[in-house]
């Protein structure tokens, strides 16, 4: 149980096009979505929480209106780079965490495969 | 601020041969700690936590980690390393009780035959 799953796996689009990358929790309601950034050879850095039904908390220095988060239900939360440009190419990695659930520690994530965006 | 640091970027080490992968934190409050590993172009894989209870946690294919409250270190360990072990660990502590996770900067396990 508790898999995360991202689509699509890697995107190569053109400057000025939009993104959208979609993660979904397959066995279990995720309460909560965490969205992080990986440069190579680098750290995750959180970009943005999500929670089902409100808006999303972006850390300092993330620019909410480039990088759209939608958390429509228990079980997805899409990403959406728009106008994307090279500097956004990167490691895009999303995690899910539970209120509680049989089986599920609520103080764990669970991440999904990730997603590798490059913008020509 | 609160933050988590592996001071190697990189461990060495020969198969069969016991590895230990560093680890320290600066959290205010109760520690909770996470060693995940990532595998080249995928996701992070969870191998093990640290809440409360014993210093010395098991997780997924062999590995352990100790829980030091006096070095504030939770060091990643494993017995006989395999070739398989190779790829990119990162040590990580909740933030606050939001549940927001940072991670250190990874280290780099390679394993030679």
């Known amino acids: 149980g508790a898999v995360v799953s991202q689509h699509p796996s890697w995107v190569i689009c053109k400057s000025g096009t939009s993104v959208k990358i979609e993660c979904r929790s397959l066995?279990?309601?995720?309460?909560?979505m965490f969205w992080y950034r990986q440069f190579p050879k680098q750290s995750l850095m959180l970009m943005a929480t999500?929670?089902?039904?409100?808006?999303?908390?972006?850390e300092q220095g993330v620019e909410k209106d480039k990088f759209l988060i939608n958390h429509a239900s228990l079980t997805l939360s899409t990403l959406t780079v728009t106008s994307a440009h090279p500097e956004d190419s990167s490691f895009y990695i999303c995690s899910a965490k539970t209120s509680g659930r049989a089986g599920i520690s609520y103080n764990e994530q669970f991440f999904g495969p990730g997603t590798r965006l490059t913008v020509l | 601020a609160q933050s988590v640091a592996q001071p190697e970027d990189q461990v060495n080490v020969a198969e069969g041969n016991p590895l230990t992968v560093k680890c320290t934190y600066s959290?205010?409050?109760?520690?909770?700690l996470f060693w995940y590993v990532q595998y080249p172009n995928r996701g992070l894989q969870f191998l093990l936590k640290?809440?409360?209870?014993?210093?010395l946690v098991k997780g997924s294919y062999g590995f352990e980690a100790e829980f030091n409250k006096s070095q504030t270190s939770f060091h990643l360990k494993k017995p006989s390393a395999l070739v398989s072990d190779s790829a990119l660990y990162f040590c990580?502590?909740?933030?606050?009780?939001?549940?927001?996770?940072?991670f250190g900067s990874g280290t780099r396990l390679l394993v030679r035959p």
């Open positions: 066995d279990f309601q995720a309460t909560t």
């Open positions: 990580a502590a909740w933030r606050d009780s939001s549940y927001k996770l940072i």
């Open positions: 640290y809440i409360t209870g014993d210093n």
């Open positions: 959290v205010s409050g109760n520690p909770y």
């Open positions: 999500s929670n089902e039904g409100s808006k999303a908390t972006y």
